[in-house]
Every structure is written in structure tokens, then in C-alpha cells.
């Protein structure tokens, strides 16, 4: 497909209007923005909103198309695949990890145009992991000074969710009721009940009940490809709009190539290629959000005489400390008809070794949720997990409608040799790619295997029968940490570059642990939190 960018001449898609237009402020490129911010997803979307709204002049950078969801989203899985950044890249290590649609966003709204809006906060426990669990590292801040900031999050997004989350700290009310529980979700809580452990309601970034101009889900389970009712509160149906009505601009198909440094050593603007043609967009500020594969592979392209090794780097620890989320499966048949691909894909969860520190032979946490595939993916998972082709495959999807499972969002440690380094090839802008390089470690590997036990037990309690298993990953982070100094780690508390004062991350790749939920709310939080402290830090002339 040949894509034209859409933004421009004043304008940007209105997303909940086909073929519909709203005003967008335009800055000329030499003219100095305030901030300059590269990806528009749950970081740099989140960002440019709460910027704007604090009056400040925003120019977001977006590699992908700027998406009309009630007109580019289809129920048609092969077709969706446009959603995810489908670049080349290489992956390596002793356990590769699949790049592309499980972790990857192309397009403005990034990768919560494809998500299951899964929306959890961490364990409060998780930013102290090191001081208060014995692994991984500290946060630079607490639960406490995020805590304000998910329930901003959860607010802006409508979550939908139970009246009562059985962990964690209590909190607010979600602003939506919970899903009604579809019959994959069932199982998980009817085998959490026989085997006496909480379960609950997920809480979803998917609305309930009409809320401006998006519908409720209507339960058609094609959230991983794309929402086309508009019931999903992406950043791209939530903040981008928000950001456009304070007076940010975005920039769609504008591929970030590298951040220039003035003579005083800080950044003054990205070249930025659009339309076929490289240009240079000055600022005050840069932020890069690009995640964690985009954001390193950025500061590493960015070299200069002052930073051989890549732009903000003189700890060497750019792109290195990549954590994913391990995601080990059981699957079972059942006797009665699951149907699995009504609703949400995720809608029942169990976070019980997320918050037991007990009877565990490893060290972090898991959660696990019930599953609904689509016949695409489902096909694709027998295929390869199980090793069916032909007709053996065949008779193995006609049980798809029988068909329950469970799997784990599973933390792997941080790690210096799991990393985002600069490949020898090109793309199509003639900028090295990335290469992936990661192995999971003794402790990851001692996870996962006790969640596949557990999920198992529980899968045979609620009747499951047949069981096997799969793996996977989703979720890339870490990279480009924060911490609470420049030796060990890249950025600050506020995501603040030690070493390039008006250069800032705002993405997955601030996390120093993974912790073992979806990390796309935690995100947004702190975008939201590092908005206000970009208007404190302002506000005080130490910008």
C-alpha cells in the first residue's frame, strides 16, 4: 500500500468522522519548538497532550500513517498486519525474540492501536524490587509519586473495570463498569475457585458504555487488529486529539534519523525524513519516545564527536538491559463450546504470583490471563508450537470453538547482555537497523516453567482436557533506564538525559524492571507525571 501523509495544510483526521478533518497548528521547521517529540504512542502521544495543555509549542515526529480507524481498521487479520512496524530488523541471542506485531506500533497511536488494553498498575512493591525483593533494580521513584498519575491515566482512558481489584493497594473507582465475562474468562475463574485463588474482571481500555462520541464494545474480538467502532481509548482516539485541540502539530510518515547537538552540547532539533525529502525540525527540547527498540537504535544513530558511542551514552548503557515479557500458554479442549473469540481477548485475570513471595523458586512475578485468539493466529500457533501441517492441522482447528487457555505475563530479569545495538545493514532511509540480541536467564527459565505448571493445574481444574503448551513474548522495555545517577543508568526520574540536559525518554525503555503485568498503563502514567514535571521544572527556569 502506498501511503501519503495526512497531516498538513492546517488539518489532521478527525478520528471519530469519516473522511472528517480538525484544525491542527503547523510550526515551519526553523522555527524552534518548544519540544520536539519522536513517536506518537503511549509515551510521546501521552506527552505531547499533557505538554500542549501546559501551553507549551509541540511537533510530534510519527514514522507511521496517521490511522482513520472507522475507515483502515477491518476484521481481517492478514490485512491488519499494516498496524505493526513490519521494518527489518535482526534478532539473535539463545532465545530470539519474535519482533514485529506482538511488540511493535507503526502509525500514530503506536502500538495501543493493536493492544489489548490490558490497563494495570505495577506492585507497589515492584519500584523498590531490589531494596524490598532482592532482584532487579530500583526506580527512582515510588508508588506513591506515580500512584496520582495511573489514576490520571486510568481516568483519561475510561477503564472499564471491577468494582473491586483483589490486589494492590485500593484506589478509586474505575470510571467504567467491568466487561460482562465471556466463557474463555469463566474458565480461568471457575479452575481459580476450585483451587481457592483470587480472580478478576481485567481492566480494559475499552468502554462499557457510550462515552462522547466512541460506542461500547461490541464484543467482536478483532482489539489486537485494530478497534473500527472506536471503543478501544487508544492514544490515538485519546490524547492525539487532546494534544491537536491545545495546539500541538503531528507529523505522520516523519522517519526520526538522528538528533543534532548545538555547540553548547545540547540537542537542537532532529533531521527527519517525510515526503522523500530530509528536513530538520529545530527545538529547545527533544523527547524520544519512540519505544525500545526505535528509541536506542535513535541515540545510538545520533553519534557525534561529543558521544562516539551514541548521543546520551557516556554511562554505555544505551540500548543494553532489554527485558521482555515471557508468555508461556496452556491450552485445553473442553467439552462445551468456549467460543473464545467473543469479546476482548483478555478479560479474566490471576495475579496471585504477582503478589505471593512465597512457594516460588524464583525470583518476580507473573500474571495470567484467559485468552481469545482469532482463527488466523490460532492456526499459526498450532502450527507452530505443535508441529501440524495439512490435514492433522486442519482436524486440530475444529476444535477451535472448544478450545480454552491460559497464559503468563512473565517478567525477565534485566540484563547487560540482553540489548539494542546498530546492525551493518540499511533501511530505506539509509539508516542502519536495529539488531536485537537476547537470552533468558536461569531465573526466567524457572518462571516460566512454574507458570506453565500452575496455569496447567488450573486449565484440568475447570475441566480442561488434552493440555499442551506454547511460548511467546509481547512487550520490549528497558533500554534507555532511568535511575538516580549517571553512572548507572541513562536518564532521571523525570526521563531527563544526565548528559544532554534538554533531551528526554518518554517510553517502555525507562523501565529498570519489567514487572509481571502489561506495561502500556504505566507508560501513560508516567508521561502524564513527567508532563507536570516538564511545566514544574519550567515554571522554576531550570529547563
Known amino acids: 500500500m502506498d501511503y501519503q501523509p495526512r497531516t498538513g495544510q492546517g ?81 539473535s541471542g539463545d532465545d530470539p525474540i519474535a519482533l514485529g506485531g506482538n511488540n511493535s506500533g507503526w502509525g500514530v497511536g503506536g502500538s495501543t492501536v493493536h493492544f489489548s488494553m490490558i490497563s494495570l498498575r505495577f506492585r507497589p512493591e515492584w519500584f523498590r524490587s531490589r531494596s524490598l525483593l532482592g532482584y532487579g533494580f530500583d526506580w527512582p521513584l515510588s508508588y506513591e509519586e506515580i500512584a496520582p498519575y495511573y489514576e490520571e491515566a486510568e481516568h483519561a482512558l475510561a477503564i472499564a473495570g471491577p468494582l473491586r ?60 487488529f485494530g478497534c473500527s467502532t472506536n471503543a478501544k481509548q487508544s492514544a490515538l482516539v485519546v490524547w492525539i486529539p487532546r494534544a491537536l485541540r491545545a495546539g500541538a502539530e503531528v507529523r505522520d510518515l516523519a522517519m526520526a534519523g538522528r538528533i543534532e547537538l548545538d555547540a553548547n552540547g545540547l540537542a537542537s532539533g532532529v533531521h527527519y525524513r517525510r515526503s522523500g525529502q530530509w528536513r530538520f525540525q529545530r527545538a529547545r527540547n527533544v523527547v524520544v519516545a519512540g519505544y525500545a527498540i526505535e528509541t536506542p537504535r535513535l541515540l545510538l544513530n545520533s553519534s557525534c564527536p561529543s558521544f562516539p558511542q551514541g548521543l546520551a551514552n557516556r554511562s554505555g548503557l544505551v540500548g543494553t ?9 496452556v491450552w485445553a479442549r473442553f467439552d462445551e463450546e468456549i467460543r473464545w473469540n467473543k469479546g476482548p481477548p483478555n478479560m479474566a485475570v490471576c495475579e496471585h504470583w504477582n503478589y505471593a513471595d512465597e512457594g516460588k523458586d524464583f525470583a518476580g512475578g507473573y500474571a495470567f490471563m484467559s485468552q481469545g485468539p482469532l482463527p488466523r493466529a490460532w492456526a499459526q500457533l498450532v502450527a507452530t508450537s505443535r508441529q501440524l501441517w495439512g490435514a492433522r492441522l486442519r482436524q486440530a482447528m475444529l476444535d477451535y470453538n472448544y478450545m480454552s487457555g491460559l497464559v503468563a505475563v512473565a517478567e525477565t530479569e534485566p540484563r547487560p547482555g540482553n540489548r539494542v545495538i546498530l546492525a551493518g545493514e540499511r533501511d530505506q532511509h539509509g ?48 533500554t534507555c533506564r532511568m535511575g538516580f545517577d549517571p553512572d548507572t543508568s541513562v536518564v532521571d526520574a523525570d526521563g531527563r538525559s544526565w548528559d544532554v540536559r534538554n533531551l528526554w525518554v518518554c517510553d517502555g525503555s525507562l523501565f529498570p524492571t519489567s514487572g509481571g503485568v502489561n506495561p502500556s498503563l504505566t507508560i501513560q502514567a508516567l508521561a502524564c507525571r513527567i508532563g507536570d514535571r516538564i511545566r514544574i521544572l519550567a515554571a522554576r527556569g531550570e529547563l
Request: overall charge negative.
Open 321 to 329: 538491559h532489554l527485558t521482555t515479557h515471557a508468555g508461556p500458554g
Open 431 to 478: 539508516l542502519p537497523i536495529a539488531h536485537v540480541e537476547f537470552s533468558y536467564s536461569d531465573n526466567d527459565r524457572r518462571m516460566q516453567e512454574h507458570a506453565r505448571r500452575y496455569m496447567g493445574r488450573m486449565l484440568e481444574a475447570a475441566g480442561g482436557k488434552d493440555l499442551w503448551t506454547s511460548e511467546d513474548t509481547s512487550h520490549i522495555l528497558g
Open 11 to 91: 488539518r489532521a483526521p478527525d478520528v471519530f468522522e469519516r473522511g472528517g478533518w480538525m484544525p491542527m497548528r503547523e510550526y515551519r521547521d526553523d522555527a524552534a519548538v518548544d519540544f520536539a517529540i519522536v513517536g506518537a504512542g503511549a509515551g510521546g502521544g501521552t506527552l505531547a497532550c499533557k505538554l500542549a495543555e501546559a501551553g507549551f509549542s509541540v511537533v510530534v515526529l510519527e514514522a507511521g500513517p496517521f490511522w482513520r480507524p472507522l475507515e483502515d481498521f477491518a476484521s481481517d487479520e492478514e490485512a491488519q498486519q499494516q498496524l505493526y512496524w513490519l521494518d527489518e530488523r535482526l534478532t
Open 165 to 224: 481489584y483483589p490486589w494492590g493497594p485500593p484506589h478509586r473507582r474505575f470510571p467504567y463498569r467491568e466487561h460482562e465475562m465471556n466463557a474463555a474468562g469463566l474458565v480461568l475463574a471457575r479452575g481459580a475457585e476450585r483451587m481457592g485463588v483470587a480472580w478478576s474482571a481485567v481492566p480494559l481500555a475499552t468502554v462499557s458504555a457510550p462515552r462522547g462520541k466512541s460506542p461500547p464494545c461490541v464484543y467482536r474480538g478483532f482489539c489486537n
